[in-house]
């Protein structure tokens, strides 16, 4: 007999496995006369905060199988929509699993995206229907397999994920008739064509222009932003914004800046900017942009960028980093300044006053590099952010906030953290 050691209603340790805990009641499954384990399992998983004690390893290992079944089946919906960079560099991505189906986007752009995007629908949605399979083989004892069977909220499930399903196939179908003229993207690229041309024509101007080298390109694959000699396009999951480049005016509305980013482990930008369209019938969209990108995108455009948000653009990583080191520094123990002399001006760029005193708070005395500095404040935090990045590897700025440079007077190393403000 297989036993179910639950939880009762007194604090119970997460760990408890013996029959004989005071906090633990053991109970038995019941109707379980003449069940295989497998049986077994499927019966106790169906109560919440079980422990499982087997007889034997098989059957524990099986039990682990089940409950890691039923996490995947609920975790692969989101791998399939945001896909994370593991599947990417792995390969498991509709681009790659499908790429014979949907030809190179090099060779012929805009049809490419009109079938990935095609693709993409008739995958998502059938999400919700694969889900209901998964649990077929994770959750038998639902009798999922037999719709009849099945609890009232599975059946309706099951509707609407056919109905779902049934609807994507009807709407790509519609898409693909008269050689995919009625997608949303032909329809787009309509707007462009002239009076006694078609979108086709439009697709292939767009086709010759992205495979010239010079042309600008950044971005996520699911918000790419591409700008050639004469259009402005931004490539989504679903979706194909396209404008042309001299009806757009593109504005900055917005900044974020992040201390660090997951993928250079260095300071980033990120700018918003909304494209905006002279045509009526064009619809606007917004792009994002690191901030070091910000000139070659100037650069490629014709008209000039507004500023409507009045922005700070850091053009630079060492800009990038400054605003970093600063917002590090206000976070650290402040410097009372209690000698009752005035400051003096900062030796650095004598524009200000020196606001800065070097304090070992990294850690205790005698360990790690760090050494007490016994320098009076002389430096203003500008001229010491600039200090500290001067004496980075600039090939490896990954390590900037973690390095330890010496002081610029006495020469005592110090690290971000010792750094305080002056009051």
Known sequence: MLTI???????CPSDCQETNETECKCVYLPNTTGCTNYQYIEQGLKTLNLHCVFSN?????????????KDIVKDETICVVFTPNEFRSAGLTIQNIFSEWLGSEDIGFIQYHIKR???TVLIHSSLPLGYYIGMCIAAPEENLVYIHLASQAWQLYFGLSMAFQLFSFALVFHWSENEWANHPISKTLGIFALPQSSWRAVASSINTEFRRIEKFATGPPDARVIITDTWVMKVTVYR????LQQDAHLTVIHSKQHDLSPDS????QILTLTVASINPRVKSFYIGLNSTE???LC??????IRNAANVVVHLTLSELFL??????VEMNQVYRHTSGQELEPCIGCMQVSANIKLMQLCQDDGDGECQQCYCRPMWCLLCMGKWFASRQDQTRPETWLSSRVPCPTCRAKFCILDVCLVE
């Open 299 to 304: 650069e490629k455009l014709r008209s000039p």
């Open 240 to 243: 194909l914004f396209v404008t």
């Open 5 to 11: 050691l639950e939880k009762s209603d007194k604090m």
């Open 294 to 296: 910000y000139a070659e």
């Open 323 to 328: 605003e970093t080191f600063k917002s590090q």
């Open 117 to 119: 995007t095609a693709l």
């Open 265 to 268: 482990r260095t300071p980033v």
């Open 57 to 69: 390893n098989m059957t524990q290992k099986t039990c682990q199988v089940l409950e890691r079944l």
